[in-house]
C-alpha cells in the first residue's frame, strides 16, 4: 500500500486518517513503477491545489 500520510511500512495492518491518500499496488507494477506512480500523481495534485485554477 502507498500513500501520503502514511507512515511505518513495517505492519501488517495501518490505521491512516479518514481523509489519508491511499492505492493499492497492482500486481502487474514493480516497486519502482508504483513509486513514480503515486509520486508524481500526488505531487501533480499538490501544485494543481495550489494554482487555485477556476472553471473559464
Known amino acids: ?13 495501518k ?6 491518500a491511499i492505492a493499492v499496488m497492482l500486481d502487474s507494477l514493480d516497486f519502482d513503477e508504483a513509486v513514480a506512480i503515486s509520486f508524481g500523481a500526488l505531487t501533480a ?3 494543481l491545489r495550489m494554482t487555485k485554477i477556476m472553471p473559464g
Not at 490505521?15 to 489519508?20: F, G, I, Q, S
Open 15 to 20: 490505521v491512516v486518517p479518514d481523509n489519508a
Open 1 to 13: 500500500m502507498f500513500g501520503r500520510n502514511v507512515y511505518g511500512c513495517h505492519a501488517e495492518y
Open 45 to 47: 495534485q499538490f501544485f
